[in-house]
């Protein structure tokens, strides 16, 4: 079944006798009449009324690791402001927050990964000291059910892998992975800000300005609620070079 969140009649119809749903609608690049604040803001609060309306008994959604009304970044803030206003229509509502995903042709790992291949020297943001916890998405599924199977559930869940890199040491771990001898070249985030001001204009850019900025901050757990409160064992980034599954021994699967 399709819906279009930015239609109210088209997501009701899509809840209609529904027990849960999940919204995982986002926007990495601004563009076509879309804007950062119109899908995780406006729409992200659509989905919830109308879950609410549709008197839905479990709402999920998908937000990230920094999510911050405060933000100076327009994505982090408006992350931030959507689970402000999707609590306002469904305040019992689960929220969900992944540190920076990977799996199967995914826009994190995959492309590095193309590009540690190709290139004789790969641009760093800055010296490459930001932490990253990068989290398997078929873990973040898994999280997602439980949480929508279980009687009770707590307000947020921050989601993050087995283990914390920096940015440089997840590329040294995927070159060597690769039997690669890529140079790693250190890129000032201001340059990198500079080359994003000129590209992001292009109807497919590269990169944009903000995710720059979310290269500039740790994406990492803080603490509280996530895998273990949910009986989940998460994969380090080391599963995508194994082609392991939530179905390994790493997992407990416990209902």
């Known amino acids: 079944m399709k819906a279009d969140v930015d239609d109210g009649q088209s997501v009701a119809r899509a809840l209609a006798s529904s027990f849960a749903a999940v919204n995982a609608v986002s926007l990495y690049v601004e563009g076509g009449g879309r804007t950062f604040h119109s899908v995780h803001v406006e729409a992200a609060a659509r989905v919830a009324e109308e879950a609410r309306k549709a008197d839905v008994?479990?709402?999920?959604?998908?937000?990230?690791?920094?999510?911050?009304?405060?933000?100076?970044?327009?994505?982090?803030?408006?992350?931030?402001?959507?689970?402000?206003?999707?609590?306002?229509?469904?305040?019992?509502?689960?929220?969900?927050?992944?540190?920076?995903?990977?799996?199967?042709?995914?826009?994190?790992?995959?492309?590095?990964?193309?590009?540690?291949?190709?290139?004789?020297?790969?641009?760093?943001?800055?010296?490459?000291?930001?932490?990253?916890?990068?989290?398997?998405?078929?873990?973040?599924?898994?999280?997602?059910?439980?949480?929508?199977?279980?009687?009770?559930?707590?307000?947020?869940?921050?989601?993050?892998?087995?283990?914390?890199?920096?940015?440089?040491?997840?590329?040294?771990?995927?070159?060597?992975?690769?039997?690669?001898?890529?140079?790693?070249?250190?890129?000032?985030?201001?340059?990198?800000?500079?080359?994003?001001?000129?590209?992001?204009?292009l109807p497919r850019p590269p990169f944009t300005r903000n995710q720059v900025e979310l290269m500039r901050e740790d994406n990492v757990v803080w603490g509280g609620p996530g895998f273990r409160d949910l009986g989940i064992e998460p994969a380090g980034v080391d599963v995508s070079f194994t082609g392991n599954s939530p179905g390994s021994p790493r997992a407990p699967n416990k209902p």
């Open 57 to 201: 008994a479990r709402l999920v959604h998908v937000s990230g690791i920094g999510s911050n009304p405060n933000s100076a970044s327009k994505y982090i803030r408006s992350r931030g402001l959507g689970e402000i206003a999707v609590r306002k229509e469904f305040p019992t509502v689960a929220l969900v927050r992944p540190a920076v995903m990977f799996g199967p042709d995914d826009s994190f790992i995959a492309p590095i990964s193309k590009m540690l291949r190709t290139l004789p020297a790969f641009p760093m943001f800055g010296r490459g000291q930001t932490k990253l916890q990068p989290v398997f998405v078929e873990d973040v599924a898994e999280a997602i059910a439980r949480i929508v199977k279980a009687p009770e559930h707590e307000p947020v869940y921050e989601l993050g892998g087995a283990g914390v890199l920096s940015y440089e040491a997840l590329l040294e771990r995927l070159r060597e992975h690769m039997g690669r001898r890529t140079t790693l070249l250190p890129v000032p985030f201001s340059v990198w800000f500079a080359l994003a001001a000129l590209t992001e204009w």
